[in-house]
């Protein structure tokens, strides 16, 4: 670490010990960096992640895997309506606006695994909409904002707002959850059997 990277004083972790500091980045901002960065503490669009964030959601939503096997989810499809075209199940909380786009931070689940999916998940417990999404992309992340403040970095007040790629406020939080938006998506009925099928 040189003088001209950085910017504020280092902020003490839990134990004590500095944590947090502002370095420039390639493009040349300044961004919140830990004292000691390790590969894998940002991701590919340079956002800075909890050390403690929990793999188990932002692996499976990175690489589309199902949020119960891990395993890669395999294209679904309509065979009452095939003018949707094969897309990813994705399973929402019941009182979301599914009349536009979807920003979730819960990854998709493979067809079989749909129903444990939403009879076990904390977050689908009142209820759940299920998607046949054709089109997505990651938006950004959710977790940890942080400010200048008085030539130090310290903590903002939390909250659940999604935070955008490539912006400001990107730089200066850390992550703690993937969001996925879903742009392309109708509403599917996962009792009906006969309706939803694996694309071959």
Do not use: K
């Amino acid at each position: 670490m040189t003088t001209a990277d950085l910017l504020l004083a280092p902020t003490a972790g839990a134990h004590g010990g500095p944590l947090l500091c502002v370095r420039r980045g390639p493009a040349g901002h300044f961004r919140l960096s830990y004292v000691t960065e390790h590969p894998g503490d940002r991701d590919l669009r340079d956002v800075l992640w909890d050390r403690t964030a929990p793999d188990g959601q932002r692996q499976p939503m990175l690489y589309l895997n199902c949020a119960l096997c891990e395993m890669p989810v395999r294209p679904v499809r309509s065979t009452r309506r095939p003018r949707l075209g094969t897309g990813t199940l994705f399973l929402v909380p019941d009182g979301v606006d599914t009349s536009q786009l979807v920003r979730t931070v819960l990854p998709p689940v493979c067809l079989a695994h749909a129903p444990v999916a939403a009879r076990e998940s904390a977050a689908l417990q009142h209820g759940y909409t299920a998607l046949l999404v054709t089109r997505h992309r990651l938006h950004g992340v959710i977790g940890t904002p942080y400010r200048w403040a008085g030539h130090r970095v310290q903590q903002d007040q939390v909250n659940d707002v999604p935070v955008p790629y490539g912006t400001y406020e990107a730089r200066w939080t850390i992550a703690q959850l993937l969001v996925r938006e879903l742009t392309e998506h109708t509403t599917v009925d996962l009792n009906d059997r006969a309706d939803l099928t694996e694309a071959r």
